[in-house]
């Protein structure tokens, strides 16, 4: 007897995607394969395939293996006083075979020839190559060590120049593992953005394997209250521990930064000016180093932190004539790369082209002028009439009686709710606000805010604004309505439309925009990736002297000056980087900021601040706002709270993420302290930032919905100019004014629910306000 089962019958069951495959099978058309084509031979192409896609990238590993790189920099950082720096150095030295200091004459051509020779004296600290001692392709120049560690400025330059840093510590159990200098070092450390990094413990010689391994711990722990990420610890005191290490760190793949790998660099081993024929003050600077991290092209404009921006007008082989004029190198040398006229980046700081070329004169617009006659509600001013939204004229009109009040006048009777939500509507976010030239206002009204600290300690209005925040009082002997004309009232923050164009500064003429700051950004890095042409750009890892045009006699003996007091550490080394396509001009940049925890002074908004990324360090005055994706508009925030983030806005050359950012502030006395890091976020001039004012009143007389308001005005006048404002309270209700009441500002208010005894009256009143211009 034959077994028969019985058919498993799903077909009332299965799901969307096994009947779309059953009835594909249905109608002839099959899923192809998941390893490709079958049939005859196709197994045989699979292994072909993957032999050839493993041929191509061992062929791309020794092409990488086979081009000319550049020594591998080397800082030293001591983290303590007690630290025996140049035994560190003298070691280094003296393990590597055949080294010397980088003493050659750029002039001669044969100095060029042999870079490592007989081991160096010990004594020296100069730009030092060295040869790590069984690797015939890997090259360090060890950076001679800093003198003082005390300007954490000096920090942030070595750590930028720096491919690889050395940690040091000393393993003394009496003494502070870190101390207040190495902590600085290390939280300027991890803001730049760490480059490859290794830790260097001394004080371990003549002791045991067990004693090794408890200090290794100390310093372990040492270093996780500052550093979240665990470096390899190195037991270096002789030549044997330092052979360790270098044996240990050669298959190492060496990391940097992103904002790094993304530009081309330059650490200026030498430099020299030579004057122009046609203009004294300024001339030629001729940078001499190694193209690092990606491909310079001569097209490219080129930054000197401290210096400034510069266009390149050749780049020559260094060694082989690199400082002789232009001219004379076309006729007797080589240069390497020219840029191409059509095709090189402009030197454009500020849009100083006209926005407008045809204006009209005042006698073309008063013919050309058309009066409309628009009938508005009495009281309303030239500014509230611009704000009012034509098609709300017919309801205004509807709205207006001819029993209405002046406005100079008290009102009689009483107004309903629902009336005082018409009027609302009508003014929605102008609130019955005027508007005069700043340049004419005499006065200034942020001393009253808390915001001046020779009126008030800097650390008592901190704690105020933190618990009474943006609450302000109107001046004795000032109305209202002229300390707040500037002011509008909002009916909703979030949703409540504000054109970014209107009452623009002067400034705002000279910046430039983006419609697409990404999109921008991803070109001109894509354009940076591309731009390897023959004739016009370097390869990284050539030795090259860069031709800088234009530049002043002043800046240029600066940098030189600078370069050679590096080479014996008293100044960090100088590097040069190559900027991307639109880099050099001017727009609004915003970074996100957040208030170090070793920084106790308050930082109000608009406080002088030494503001320090990777590429640049300049002065600025930030407008520091919230950061809150969500809306279209951001409120002012008076100080830097501790525990908070938020964007500080300021008047700089155009940037593209990411990008490190360090507001340092100093006193003019003593170096200067890291305040805040953050990160970049764009450059955006439309940025909406407002300024809130809000006004208090305390509820003297309650009656359910009805309330007699006092505290917030001084006269009936600013009660009736601030009327259609909306009210709101500390407790959740919204109201409106319905009258003043009395002499003194007094109002009797009117709220849409039973309002408390104990509740306090809010007015919310906002002021776009802008970056200050640094000059």
Not at 45 to 50: L, N, Y
Not at 190 to 213: D, E, F, H, Y
Not at 522 to 533: P, T, Y
């Amino acid at each position: 007897m034959v077994q028969r089962n019985k058919a498993h019958k799903a077909s009332g069951k299965l799901g969307k995607r096994a009947r779309k495959q059953h009835k594909a099978v249905a109608g002839g058309i099959r899923r192809p394969p998941v390893k490709g084509a079958t049939g005859p031979g196709s197994k045989q192409k699979r292994r072909q395939a993957v032999k050839l896609r493993r041929r191509l990238q061992r062929r791309s590993e020794l092409r990488l293996k086979r081009q000319p790189k550049p020594p591998l920099l080397v800082s030293i950082l001591p983290l303590s006083q007690a630290v025996d720096v140049s035994h560190l150095y003298a070691t280094l030295v003296g393990t590597c075979e055949g080294s010397k200091p980088d003493e050659r004459n750029y002039a001669n051509p044969q100095d060029m020839e042999g870079l490592i020779g007989p081991a160096a004296s010990t004594t020296s600290q100069t730009f030092c190559t060295l040869q790590p001692p069984g690797n015939k392709h890997t090259k360090w120049m060890l950076l001679p060590p800093l003198k003082s560690h005390q300007n954490p400025l000096e920090i942030v330059d070595l750590v930028a120049a720096a491919e690889l840093v050395l940690l040091v510590f000393d393993d003394n159990p009496g003494q502070r593992a870190i101390d207040e200098e190495g902590a600085r070092a290390l939280q300027v450390l991890g803001a730049i953005g760490m480059p490859s990094t290794a830790v260097v413990l001394q004080g371990t010689m003549g002791k045991g394997q067990k004693n090794v391994s408890e200090a290794k711990k100390r310093a372990a722990e040492a270093l996780a209250e500052h550093l979240s990420t665990e470096l390899k610890i190195f037991p270096v005191d002789d030549a044997k521990g330092c052979a360790a290490m270098l044996h240990h760190l050669q298959p190492v793949q060496f990391s940097l930064p992103a904002w790094r790998r993304q530009r081309p660099c330059l650490m200026i081993e030498h430099a020299e000016f030579v004057q122009g024929d046609a203009l004294p003050t300024s001339g030629t600077l001729m940078l001499t180093g190694h193209v690092r991290s990606k491909v310079l092209s001569a097209n490219q404009l080129v930054t000197i932190p401290g210096i400034g921006d510069y266009q390149i007008k050749c780049i020559s082989p260094a060694g082989r004539g690199s400082f002789q004029t232009p001219d004379e190198m076309e006729i007797g040398d080589q240069i390497l790369a020219k840029p191409i006229p059509e095709d090189q980046q402009p030197l454009i700081k500020l849009n100083d082209q006209p926005v407008c070329e045809d204006i009209p004169d005042e006698d073309t617009m008063a013919e050309n002028t058309i009066t409309q006659v628009r009938r508005l509600p009495k009281g309303t001013s030239a500014y509230q009439a611009a704000w009012i939204l034509d098609q709300e004229d017919t309801a205004q009109e509807e709205s207006q009686t001819d029993d209405e009040p002046n406005s100079n006048q008290p009102v009689d009777g009483d107004m309903a709710l629902d009336d005082a939500e018409d009027v609302a509507d009508d003014l929605q976010s102008i609130g019955s606000l005027g508007r005069k030239d700043s340049d004419a206002e005499d006065v200034d009204w942020d001393s009253y805010c808390g915001m001046d600290e020779g009126t008030s300690d800097p650390r008592e209005a901190e704690q105020e604004d933190a618990e009474y925040p943006d609450e302000v009082e109107v001046p004795e002997g000032v109305d209202a309505r002229v300390r707040f004309e500037e002011y509008r009232g909002l009916k909703s923050f979030r949703t409540t439309p504000w054109d970014p164009q209107e009452g623009l500064p002067p400034e705002y003429s000279r910046l430039f925009a983006f419609q697409n700051f990404r999109g921008t950004a991803k070109v001109a890095k894509a354009e940076a990736d591309a731009s390897d042409v023959p004739g016009v750009s370097i390869p990284p890892g050539d030795f090259v002297c860069v031709h800088l045009q234009d530049v002043e006699a002043a800046d240029a003996a600066k940098l030189v000056s600078r370069v050679q007091a590096s080479k014996q550490g008293e100044a960090p080394p100088a590097v040069a980087h190559g900027l991307l396509r639109h880099e050099s001009k001017m727009s609004v940049v915003n970074f996100r900021l957040t208030k170090t925890a070793t920084y106790t002074a308050p930082i109000h908004d608009g406080e002088d601040l030494l503001v320090v990324t990777g590429l640049r360090a300049y002065p600025a005055r930030p407008l520091i706002s919230t950061d809150d994706p969500r809306f279209d508009k951001h409120k002012l925030e008076r100080f830097l709270h501790p525990g908070r983030s938020c964007v500080a806005s300021v008047y700089a050359p155009i940037t593209y993420s990411p990008m490190p950012i360090l507001a340092f502030k100093s006193d003019g006395i003593s170096p200067p302290r890291l305040a805040a890091t953050g990160t970049l976020l764009g450059c955006d001039p439309d940025r909406v930032v407002l300024r809130k004012a809000v006004l208090t009143g305390k509820a003297t007389h309650v009656q359910k919905k009805t309330a007699i308001v006092s505290g917030m005005f001084r006269n009936p006048e600013d009660v009736r100019w601030f009327r259609p404002v909306e009210l709101w309270t500390k407790y959740g209700r919204t109201g409106f004014i319905r009258e003043p009441v009395g002499t003194h500002g007094a109002m009797k208010c009117l709220f849409e629910g039973a309002l408390s005894q104990r509740d306090t009256v809010c007015m919310s009143l906002y002021k776009r306000v802008f970056p200050r211009w640094q000059e």
